[in-house]
């Protein structure tokens, strides 16, 4: 895997990106002070250059009626009688399930998961996760805050 070389106009760029994906490359250029077609093809080439992966949208879960995030740290059981694949297929396809991330260390897997309230991270927990494959212990950690840090660019 190659690294792209960025210069700082590109890491101001992705900074700009970062905080909103949607602006177009004529209003990111003005707050550059680059033309727009010299911003599009910033954008392009960090898009080519896999630095750029997609755009996304970042909901209010709170205010769509999940109001229980929790980390799941889940051991696999016997790992030689269920494979790895078939844990992620299978939680994978639990929608209260946001993220499901491969990890070293005492747990196997971290999952982030949502619920509307902590009864119904229960159900969850109890009727879907915990009836998987191959599951075996698991450790919950309620999210109480957050903060979105942006990272080093």
Same mark, same amino acid.
């Given at each position: &895997?190659?690294?792209?070389? *960025?210069?700082?106009?590109?890491? /101001?760029?992705?900074?700009?990106?970062?905080?909103?994906?949607?602006? @177009? /490359?004529?209003?990111?250029?003005?707050?550059?002070? &680059?033309?727009?077609?010299?911003?599009?093809?910033?954008? !392009?080439?960090?898009? %080519?250059? =896999?630095?750029?992966? =997609?755009?996304?949208?970042?909901?209010?879960?709170e205010k769509l009626?999940?109001?229980?995030?929790?980390?799941?740290?889940? !051991? *696999?059981?016997? !790992?030689?009688?269920?494979?790895?694949e078939d844990f %992620?297929?299978?939680?994978?396809?639990?929608?209260?399930?946001?993220?499901?991330?491969?990890?070293?260390?005492?747990?196997?897997?971290?999952?982030?998961?949502? /619920?509307?309230? $902590?009864?119904?991270? %229960?159900?969850? $927990?109890?009727?879907?996760? &915990?009836? *998987?494959?191959?599951?075996?212990?698991? %450790? /919950? @950690?309620?999210? *109480?805050?957050?903060?979105?840090?942006? =990272?080093?660019?």
């Amino acid at each position: &895997m190659t690294s792209i070389s *960025l210069d700082p106009a590109d890491r /101001a760029l992705l900074r700009l990106l970062q905080q909103d994906a949607t602006r @177009n /490359a004529g209003d990111l250029g003005r707050e550059l002070g &680059m033309s727009q077609p010299a911003t599009w093809r910033r954008i !392009k080439r960090l898009q %080519e250059g =896999g630095v750029v992966t =997609g755009r996304s949208l970042r909901f209010d879960l709170e205010k769509l009626g999940f109001g229980v995030s929790v980390f799941l740290g889940v !051991k *696999l059981a016997t !790992k030689g009688r269920v494979s790895l694949e078939d844990f %992620e297929r299978a939680v994978s396809a639990i929608p209260e399930v946001q993220t499901v991330e491969h990890v070293l260390g005492l747990y196997d897997y971290r999952l982030r998961v949502v /619920a509307r309230d $902590l009864s119904d991270f %229960e159900r969850v $927990l109890r009727r879907r996760i &915990m009836t *998987l494959p191959g599951v075996g212990d698991v %450790e /919950a @950690n309620v999210l *109480l805050s957050e903060e979105r840090r942006p =990272g080093p660019i």
